[in-house]
């Protein structure tokens, strides 16, 4: 998918995630928009298509109820105006910075623009070094400030509106999305920031050459040299490095000894026209040309970022979905064993169920097995979500009986669907409300008896069952279970 879908994706995950309490966004939501999304797509789309269009129409709804959800959603992917104003700012520095003052004097050790050279050759280095520390996992990665700062600045995330939101379920859920974001989407924001500083480098080079040629036309600007330390023979080696790119590209040669013995300390020096052509033609192969090959190189892996965003699809959250999108209907196959179960506490477990899979759920109640049977209801013929087994607290667990069930479940008759082992408490509760002892030492009973069979017991009082921790514990069981 790409970054604005991917956006989408991620602060619907951060509202579902953080709306446990279910106060924006309540179970059939949730399975209203699977089921448009799943009607929009078809069959045939990819799991990025039907996660982005759920999470447009997420939005859509939620928008209506809350509008401050739509100013999250719409914040622009970038701070647009930061890099036409960078750019230009970059050239005219550029263009400013190569003033060398009211004598009109070049000194050819010491241009504005040999600075400039020297700092992007710096910087080619740092480059360079840092991609071979990448390239060799055992050595960290190189620091990089400059580009840390630019990519914080090209953030497209907000805390401060969080603070302003009235429904604290939602302002947690920006803040999550804001962390969520930040971390998936930073690799993209280095990506901007690279290719944006590349470009003001160029473009500050490019400055520094234009504003040598406009002031050129109106000024007469003298190249001349002087040093304490070097004679003509040294800056000619020196200058025959230098500006060779310069010589390559305008097909001026670069004066020899002679020539620069004549605009040596104390001389009027001569008029610097060759020496800016020389200059300004290896700023173009040594600064810009480079500069813009990294930018684009930049701005290429940026692309490949933004049409093909990476979120891993692994996550438990969207695997629900895709699972939901993928079965439609959820058909889960549920047995209670020794009790019949009230109507009261069928429904909890259906809206238990729902909550878990987040779409519509069939529940296949079979026949109640009765205490002492060892006939088993046969298994579907239809492919399943879960089985679920439904034992009551007020039971004392036996292996032979209780035990037996879960080992039938648990046998390849039923299928990969995972087993979930509930242990219905309403009834227990009810009686003995008041002994937190008897309820620990049932609940350890149930435990250790389960655990001969590799199975996990959930604990729920499906009369009224707190849906945010048990549907988390129920999804996570059922997890472990299919693995």
Request: net charge positive.
């Amino acid at each position: 998918m790409d970054e604005r879908a991917a956006r989408d994706v991620v602060l619907v995950r951060a509202i579902e995630t953080a709306d446990g309490a279910r106060e924006l966004w309540g179970d059939e939501d949730r399975v209203w928009a699977g089921r448009a999304a799943a009607e929009a797509v078809g069959e045939a789309a990819s799991a990025d298509a039907f996660l982005a269009q759920r999470a447009q129409r997420v939005l859509e709804r939620l928008a209506k109820r809350h509008p401050k959800v739509r100013a999250v959603a719409d914040i622009p992917q970038a701070r647009r105006w930061l890099a036409p104003a960078a750019a230009a700012a970059a050239f005219v520095v550029g263009a400013a910075g190569v003033d060398v003052g009211s004598a009109h004097r070049i000194n050819l050790l010491a241009p504005p623009v040999l600075a400039l050279i020297v700092w992007n050759l710096a910087v080619y280095v740092a480059l360079l070094a840092s991609a071979l520390r990448r390239a060799r996992p055992s050595l960290p990665e190189a620091r990089r400030p400059l580009r840390r700062t630019v990519a914080a600045w090209l953030r497209d995330v907000s805390r401060p509106l969080g603070k302003a939101m009235s429904v604290p379920s939602l302002a947690a859920a920006l803040a999550r999305f804001s962390t969520d974001w930040s971390v998936l989407a930073a690799p993209l924001w280095r990506a901007r920031a690279a290719r944006l500083l590349h470009v003001c480098a160029a473009l500050l080079a490019a400055g520094a050459i234009a504003g040598l040629y406009v002031r050129g036309i109106a000024l007469e600007y003298r190249a001349a040299w002087q040093s304490t330390f070097l004679d003509a023979t040294d800056v000619a080696r020196l200058l025959e490095v230098v500006l060779a790119p310069g010589s390559w590209v305008t097909g001026i040669a670069i004066p020899g000894v002679a020539r620069l013995q004549a605009i040596g300390s104390g001389s009027a020096g001569e008029n610097a026209a060759p020496w800016i052509h020389l200059y300004a033609g290896t700023l173009v192969v040594v600064v810009v040309a480079p500069r813009l090959v990294l930018a684009a190189i930049a701005w290429f892996r940026e692309r490949r970022l933004a049409t093909r965003f990476p979120i891993a699809l692994e996550h438990a959250y969207f695997q629900r979905l895709i699972r939901g999108w993928r079965e439609g209907t959820a058909r889960v196959a549920c047995i209670a064993y020794s009790f019949d179960i009230p109507d009261a506490n069928a429904d909890g477990l259906a809206r238990l169920l729902t909550r878990v899979f987040q779409t519509t759920v069939d529940i296949d109640w079979l026949p109640v097995v009765r205490y002492g049977d060892d006939a088993f209801p046969a298994p579907s013929s239809l492919p399943l979500a879960a089985v679920v087994a439904v034992f009551s607290l007020t039971a004392t667990p036996e292996p032979e009986n209780h035990g037996a069930l879960v080992r039938a479940l648990q046998s390849g008759a039923w299928g990969r669907a995972p087993l979930a082992v509930i242990v219905d408490t309403s009834d227990f509760l009810r009686r003995f409300e008041g002994h937190p002892q008897r309820l620990a030492e049932r609940q350890a009973a149930w435990r250790q008896m389960l655990a001969a069979h590799g199975g996990e017991p959930l604990f729920v009082r499906l009369a009224e069952p707190p849906l945010q921790e048990a549907a988390n514990a129920l999804a996570t069981l059922l997890e472990l279970a299919g693995r």
